[in-house]
Nanobody, 127 residues
């Protein structure tokens, strides 16, 4: 069982930066790929970024590639999302998620690949 708690959201001006953190409980964190998703009002939850269990491979949505960086620290049971050059269209609730199966990246770019979700943290980018 993995429990996830996000933090680091807030209000920032366009062009600014934020770093989100996701702290995980449990002793299996290092076995699970991790992802970040976001959901804007009236829209579907969409994939943002993912990282495999070792941190050796990362994956990004085209809309954030080159601006966002996902990383993890398995010693601290934490995954991060560094967000730079933020745009108003990045405004959303950001969710952290852990892959449903250990040592798997199956469907890592879709909601179906994840079995555990945090409660979300709001990110608002003003123009």
């Amino acid at each position: 069982q993995v429990q996830l708690v996000e933090s680091g959201g807030g209000l920032v001006q366009a062009g600014g930066s934020l770093r989100l953190s996701c702290a995980a409980s449990g002793r299996t964190f290092s076995r699970h790929a991790m992802g970040w998703f976001r959901q804007a009002p009236g829209k579907e939850r969409e994939f943002v970024a993912a990282i495999d269990w070792s941190g050796g491979s990362t994956y990004y949505a085209d809309s954030v590639k080159g601006r966002f960086t996902i990383s993890r620290d398995n010693a601290k049971n934490t995954v991060y999302l560094q967000m730079n050059s933020l745009k108003p269209e990045d405004t959303a609730v950001y969710y952290c998620a852990a892959a449903a199966r250990p040592f798997s990246i199956v469907a890592i770019g879709t909601k179906g690949g994840y079995g555990y979700w945090g409660q979300g943290t709001q990110v608002t980018v003003s123009s």
